[in-house]
């Protein structure tokens, strides 16, 4: 009998071990299926990121392409318009204009168009503003050659608008006429740099 009582309290002892180990087993297992979820989670978000990455990363090529289109128009930085200078120099030996002269003027006028007055358009980023530049030209040429001028300043990727017109009838140089036009283009300026 005594060798009975042995068996059963080491089954007993056993059982009760087995039956330790299988709760903490068990406890184990619900932790680490509750682990595998918040990972698969994680995961599942993460491959919805990667796809909103792709669609942000297009997004962003075509604001950088924009942006290159953007700067073409208005630049960013350009104190004295040569791009445009050079363009409207250009133009006028293309249309036979004489005596050209083309200058930039230091402050520029204001303009009903002024969109740095009238806008207040800033880029927060960047602390940039829209700045206006006058450029003005004098030259010779017949009203034909100044509306083909205009006409191909307006097709410029610049920028441009025409501010004032004078035109000066001179009989000693008939059949031009002395003509004086006065253009508004714009920059992005660092507000430090334009105050």
């Known amino acids: 009998m005594k060798g009975f009582k042995i068996i059963i309290t080491i089954l007993i002892s056993l059982f009760v071990c087995i039956l330790i180990l299988f709760f903490f087993s068990l406890r184990i ?7 595998i979820k ?15 990455l792709s669609k942000l990363k297009k997004e962003i090529a075509k604001l950088q392409k924009e942006m290159v289109k953007m700067e073409r128009v208005i630049p ?4 004295k318009p040569l791009g445009l200078i050079k363009d409207l120099a250009l133009i006028a030996k293309e249309e036979n204009l004489e005596n050209v002269e083309i200058y930039c003027q230091d402050k520029p006028k204001s ?7 009238s806008l207040k358009k800033k880029s927060s980023k960047d602390n940039l503003k829209v700045v206006s530049l006058g450029v003005t030209l004098t030259f010779e040429g017949e009203y034909r050659n ?8 307006f097709h410029l990727e610049r920028a ?12 000693n140089i008939l059949p031009r006429q002395k003509i004086k036009l006065e253009l508004i283009t714009y920059t992005f300026l660092k507000e430090s740099e334009s105050d």
Do not use: C, H
């Open 38 to 52: 918040g990972i698969e989670k994680k995961i599942s978000q993460a491959r919805k990121m990667e796809k909103n």
């Open 76 to 79: 960013i930085n350009e104190i």
């Open 146 to 153: 100044l509306l083909s001028f205009v006409k191909k300043i």
């Open 160 to 171: 441009v608008l025409i501010d004032g017109v004078w035109i000066e009838r001179d009989k």
């Open 29 to 35: 297992n619900t932790f680490l299926k509750k682990e």
């Open 111 to 117: 303009s009903p168009f002024d969109v740095e007055n």
